[in-house]
Nanobody
C-alpha cells in the first residue's frame, strides 16, 4: 500500500522560507515522477510542482516559478519542496503524490495527512 508522509510546514511571515519533505513508501520510488499539491481553505486541491523520475526535469505552476524548488532523493524515497519568498496566497495544506508528469495529475487516491503552511504577518 502506497503511503505519503508530509512534514515541514509551519507559520512564516511573508517573504520567509520553508522546506517541506515527503517520505514515500509502498512503491518503487525511483520509477515515478513525484509532485506537490496544495489545498487552500474553500478551494480545490491544485497542482504545484513536479519532478520526473530521474530528477532531470521539473515543472511548476506560474505563481511559484522562481520561488519554489522541487527535488527528489531516490536513495531516501523522499521528495522535497523548498519554498522561498512566501506569500499569503501560498497558505494551504501541502500534499505530495506520485504524478503523471505530462497531465500534472496525481496517480494515487491515497493521500497523506498533508502539512499546513501558513503565511501571515
Amino acid at each position: 500500500q502506497v503511503r505519503f508522509v508530509e512534514s515541514g510546514g509551519g507559520l512564516v511571515r511573508p517573504g520567509g522560507s520553508l522546506s517541506l519533505a515527503c517520505a514515500v513508501s509502498g512503491l518503487t520510488f525511483s520509477s515515478y515522477a513525484m509532485g506537490w499539491f496544495r489545498q487552500a481553505p474553500g478551494k480545490e486541491r491544485e497542482f504545484v510542482a513536479a519532478i520526473r523520475w530521474a530528477g532531470s526535469t521539473t515543472d511548476y505552476i506560474d505563481s511559484v516559478k522562481g520561488r519554489f524548488t522541487i527535488s527528489k532523493d531516490n536513495a531516501k524515497n523522499t521528495v522535497h519542496l523548498q519554498m522561498n519568498s512566501l506569500r499569503p496566497e501560498d497558505t494551504a495544506v501541502y500534499y505530495c503524490n506520485a504524478v503523471n508528469f505530462r497531465l500534472r495529475s496525481a496517480l494515487f487516491d491515497d493521500w497523506g495527512q498533508g502539512t499546513q503552511v501558513t503565511v501571515s504577518s
